[in-house]
């Protein structure tokens, strides 16, 4: 049994989306993401897909793409990313009842990984593209949603977290943030993340131990579309 992240599919089966436009390292990465898992994970493995699953906007355009994901080896978490627009946080609950037992998704919720918690959530990072108004509120709304699923965990007596993000857990430049303190102030072992796409943005945030805390980046491109093992 093993704990496998990985994020950033981007599928496309319904939808008219080339991902290879976006440079060659993309080059025929459904059938690379498909064939890796297939050679790493069996089927007591879980792996944790850290957002940005679909292009599609509407269900039945992520359809497809979800059967996709489905058919993987083992247990499936899906964390919500910035353009898995098919998912609205409040609807998380309908999403875990109409795939019950076949995908799961991580949103104002945690999941049993051993004596670890799962706990994740979108997360948000300054990118220059909105006022920092609406920067600081989704920031705020989103640490919200993290501390909630901490503390859900906590009452069920769970003392060791790893905690998954889309997006970056600081915005460039940053050595802090409150996803940091969050992560630092409940003893979490793991901060995995995801959105960075293209060698220029691979070093945006943090990597590697900081304040004991281990940080990885697990963008599909930045880890070549191979999974990468979080535990054994």
Not at 88 to 101: D, H, P, R, S, V
Not at 104 to 109: A, G, K, R, T, V
Not at 115 to 140: M, N, P, Q
Request: proline share 3%; net charge negative; charged share 30%.
């Amino acid at each position: 049994m093993a704990l496998y992240a990985m994020g950033d599919f981007h599928l496309a089966h319904a939808v008219d989306k080339n991902q290879e436009i976006f440079g060659p390292e993309w080059t025929d990465y459904v059938r690379r993401i498909d064939e890796n898992c297939r050679r790493l994970l069996t089927e007591d493995d879980t792996l944790v897909i850290c957002g940005d699953h679909s292009w599609g906007r509407r269900m039945e355009e992520c359809t497809q793409d979800l059967a996709y994901i489905e058919a993987l080896p083992g247990r499936k978490i899906l964390l919500r990313g910035n353009h898995d627009m098919f998912w609205e946080a409040k609807k998380t609950a309908a999403l875990n009842k109409m795939f019950e037992g076949r995908l799961h998704f991580l949103q104002n919720n945690y999941y049993a990984y051993g004596d670890y918690a799962l706990v994740g959530t979108k997360g948000y990072c300054w990118e220059g593209l909105d006022s920092i108004d609406h920067f600081l509120k989704i920031r705020k709304r989103e640490v919200h949603r993290l501390r909630d699923s901490i503390t859900q965990a906590k009452a069920d007596g769970y003392e060791r977290f790893i905690i998954f993000l889309h997006y970056p857990p600081t915005s460039i430049g940053e050595e802090a943030s409150p996803f940091t303190e969050l992560a630092e102030q409940c003893g979490a072992e793991k901060v995995i993340y995801a959105h960075c796409h293209g060698a220029p943005r691979w070093h945006d945030s943090l990597m590697g131990d900081v304040r004991g805390v281990d940080y990885r980046l697990v963008s599909s491109d930045y880890r070549q579309f191979v999974p990468d093992k979080i535990l054994d």
